[in-house]
């Protein structure tokens, strides 16, 4: 970008998690020239990223990590030499919902931005850009400025996202005012669009980048310098440059937009189920129209994962506090579909196996929220299996990538001691799909691992171990009915009529 600007020499990336590793991995990949250190306060994480075993899985991640790092790529838990050594800092820590308090359930949790942005103001000893890389309710970088602007001053635990901006400055001479009169902080928004099982090639080859920076002259010379970081592989014009509240909404909106095409298509699903419609052929017609297309029209259990949640609910919040209540009703009852729709395709398993679970065997097909990674938050696999737990069944789960010690963690209620040695009892993990499936009842598929397909396992093999009659329940829309069913198998698919 054809204004004067700093280039960038070294980046510190606070938070070593789904985000930060691949995306300033592949930063550090792309940009020999710039020194790249990702930090973390958990130690256990960044040693997991020194070793071989990193802490996440990615297709190609391992070999982005293994050709870069300890050249212009290091992990590190120092986070105050990171900081200090860095011209651009990452913020990309993580931002939960709100568990307990005002606005519990619904807002961002935007503790851990606070830190992280204290932490920084506290530390510099020279200018900084400071990117929002978390996803943040719209207005954040304004905190975020306030903080920078006044390391001094005490401010309370910001909780969740409040706008009554009164408080804090509004105008561009107050928004660049720096309490560190030497040092300049400039806060930018650089909201991340990767998605879980496909970060790298999503990070190769991004749709787009966006870059939110005050309309100030400072503003717009730090987003050319974070310009010109993407520029080491990204085309000049898929890098878009925007205002801040702009681009910290886009995330936002993204997300909101994706989750509810997923409950559009899974509200048909369940017409589909009640009519004799098939909701492949249904999203396929509606695709072609090129208005509308192909991508994210698959009915399955329903979404998962750490963000199309959270993001709505952050929206949801964010529109009550703006005192928006049809705004907030509209995004919440995407979530609330969603939650419908994983009831619904349970109250359909216990209603094909003669309405009782009592007793019987469940094989959980997958474990993680979707395929390719071994990500299992807010997966639609952990409230089916509570569900099975309700009813009474025992359940064996397989999943190729999930740790074991993590599906313990996903069942047990925080805070209930012991909890594990009982949900044991009901529960138990299987080394492959033919042991989790012999002498059960029925086989659920929540996850689209390909492993799972019958051209890949042996469903003769595993239709022989089951009891009679067996069951398929095809949460993911991944098998072919037809053939399965031709084995011997009772197959009942997400968005397709009762076949019992
Ligand atoms: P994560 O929980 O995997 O990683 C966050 C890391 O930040 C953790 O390792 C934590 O220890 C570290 N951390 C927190 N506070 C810190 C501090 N003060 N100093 C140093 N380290 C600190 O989270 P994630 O999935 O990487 O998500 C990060 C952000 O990116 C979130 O806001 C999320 O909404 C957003 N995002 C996530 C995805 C995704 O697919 N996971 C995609 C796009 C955007």
């Keep these: 970008i054809d204004i004067p600007h700093v280039t960038i020499k070294s980046i510190c990336c606070i938070g070593a998690g789904y985000v930060g590793g691949p995306t300033c991995a592949v930063i550090a990949h792309k940009n020999p020239h710039i020194k790249v250190t990702i930090v973390d306060l958990n130690a256990a994480r960044i040693a997991a990223w020194n070793s071989d075993e990193l802490p996440i899985y990615e297709p190609g991640l391992d070999e982005v990590v293994k050709s870069t790092r300890g050249k212009n790529l290091f992990f590190s838990t120092d986070v105050d030499a990171g900081i200090l050594e860095a011209d651009l800092i990452f913020v990309s820590v993580n931002t939960p919902t709100k568990i307990k308090g005002i606005g519990a359930g619904f807002a961002a949790d935007l503790g851990y931005v606070e830190s992280a942005t204290r932490k920084i103001a506290e530390v510099a000893k020279s200018d900084k850009i400071v990117v929002e890389k978390s996803t943040v309710p ?3 970088a304004q905190s975020m400025r306030y903080i920078v602007s006044t390391p001094n001053l005490f401010l309370t635990h910001l909780g969740s996202f409040s706008t009554n901006t009164d408080a804090l400055p509004t105008r561009g001479s107050q928004l ?9 902080f400039d806060i930018l928004s650089n909201p991340e669009f990767l998605a879980e099982g496909t970060a790298i090639s999503d990070l190769f080859y991004p749709d787009r980048v ?4 005050l309309d100030t002259e400072r503003g717009r010379s730090a987003a050319a310098s974070l310009a010109d970081v993407y520029a080491g592989w990204v085309a000049r014009d898929q890098i878009i440059t925007m205002n801040l509240w702009s681009s910290e909404l886009s995330k936002l909106a993204a997300n909101a937009l994706l989750a509810q095409r997923i409950s559009s298509i899974n509200a048909l699903s369940a017409i589909c189920e009640a009519t004799g419609a098939d ?3 249904v999203s396929y017609a509606c695709g072609l129209d090129t208005r509308i297309g192909p991508k994210f029209l698959k009915a399955s259990v329903g979404f998962g994962g750490s963000c199309f949640q959270k993001d709505i609910l952050n929206l949801v ?4 506090s703006l005192h928006l209540p049809e705004v907030a009703t509209y995004w919440k009852q995407v979530v609330e579909m969603n939650e419908y729709q994983k009831r619904r395709f349970t109250n359909r398993v216990i209603s094909c196996l003669f309405n009782t679970l009592t007793g019987k065997k469940i094989a959980v097909f997958g474990f993680a929220f979707k395929k390719d990674t071994g990500d299992t938050r807010e997966s639609p696999a952990i409230t089916l299996v509570n569900y099975f737990r309700e009813e009474k069944a025992y359940i064996s789960i397989y999943d190729p990538k999930v740790e074991e010690s993590q599906v313990w963690m996903d069942l047990a209620e925080p805070g209930v001691v012991d909890e594990t040695e009982v949900i044991k009892k009901q529960v138990s993990i299987a080394a492959d799909p033919y042991e989790a499936a012999a002498g059960a009842d029925a086989i659920v598929i929540c996850t689209e691992w390909n492993d799972f397909r019958e051209t890949v396992l042996d469903y003769e093999r595993i239709y022989a171990s089951m009891k009679k009659p067996a069951f398929i329940f095809d949460g993911r829309l991944i098998l072919d009915a037809k053939k399965v069913s031709e084995i011997g198998f009772k197959v009942e698919t997400i968005g397709r009529p009762r076949t019992t």
Excluded: F, Q, V
């Design 210 to 213: 966006l870059i939110g920076s």
């Design 279 to 281: 909701i492949d052929e």
């Design 317 to 320: 919040y964010l529109s009550e």
């Design 138 to 140: 719209c207005r954040t």
């Design 176 to 184: 660049e005012a720096n309490a560190k009169p030497d040092i300049h």
